[in-house]
């Protein structure tokens, strides 16, 4: 059975492994030792909410947008920081994920690149000075983001960065750098990982240690466990800790995560299997 844990500060590997740790990640990634995962696989949220002109803005219920689970942001984050805030944290994030692969360890880091004010907003500034191989191309279908002043964007970014011993698994050099995989349309998450995606760049690992820092409804996990690899899940909303870990024991998950099962609800604390780090 998928277990959820509190962090209460302290923590090692050994402690979390195969769990999903229900913290804020940079708090969490920061307590963990050097060089203790083999693999990080994660795609932090967009700020998508803080944009200009036609795009997308909190509640909105019209146009383009009306449909979009995104619109009203994450369970504990409203995915609308300013951008120079929103850039720290996502270097200082990166800069923990270096620092916590293995010397043959790699990260794959998924953003996305965004027109604001007229103007290309290039992810890879978040990626400056770190060790970057390769960029992949995540080529998703469908897209609703129609406007007059640049061509439909339909392409993610998937940020290779890695310590210089690290190597493919055999046999992944051979797929390209573009990856056409269709986006998960059936999963409670307003922007979640295709299991297709992760499966991919599982298979193109040896690494047995994955971590996910926001780990969001636990596609990494799920992927993980396909190819019989450990994993640690971090996850700031209590409500997407416990989409996790129903999904990981074969529950409904994809049902039920209404606004009731909110981050303070008590109703969620009550049903959650929860322990402190060391209270065995």
């Not at 970057?132 to 339909?154: C, D, M």
């Not at 990982?193 to 799920?222: C, M, Q, W, Y």
Request: charged share 25%; glycine share 8%; net charge neutral.
């Amino acid at each position: 059975m998928a277990e959820i844990i509190e962090f209460d500060g302290k923590i090692s590997v050994e402690s979390c492994l195969d769990k999903i740790i229900h913290g804020d990640c940079l708090e969490i990634m920061r307590a963990l030792p050097d060089k203790c995962v083999d693999v990080i696989i994660t795609s932090p949220p967009y700020n998508l909410l803080n944009s200009t002109g036609n795009g997308l803005k909190k509640n909105t219920n019209c146009g383009k947008w009306k449909n979009a689970a995104i619109k009203n942001g994450y369970a504990e984050h409203e995915d609308n920081m300013p951008y120079d805030e929103y850039i720290t944290w996502q270097r200082e994030c990166v800069a923990e994920m270096c620092r916590l692969i293995k010397d043959d360890g790699a990260v794959f880091y998924n953003n996305k690149n965004r027109v604001q004010n007229g103007l290309l907003e290039n992810r890879g500034e978040i990626l400056r000075g770190f060790p970057l191989r390769q960029v992949i191309i995540w080529k998703r279908s469908g897209a609703i983001n129609f406007n007059a002043g640049y061509f439909l964007p339909t392409t993610e970014q998937i940020y290779l960065l890695c310590n210089k011993a690290f190597k493919l698994a055999k046999g992944a050099n051979k797929l390209t750098d573009v990856w056409e995989v269709t986006q998960e349309m059936h999963n409670p998450h307003p922007a979640p990982f295709p299991e297709e995606l992760i499966d991919r760049i599982v298979f193109s690992t040896t690494g047995k240690i994955i971590l996910d820092p926001f780990a969001g409804s636990g596609t990494t996990a799920i992927s993980a466990r396909k190819f019989d690899r450990n994993f640690i899940l971090i996850e700031k909303s209590l409500r997407y800790c416990e989409m996790a870990r129903l999904r990981l024991d074969g529950g409904d998950w994809r049902h039920g995560f209404n606004d009731s099962f909110g981050d303070s609800g008590k109703s969620v604390r009550k049903n959650l299997l929860v322990r402190s780090l060391f209270d065995e």
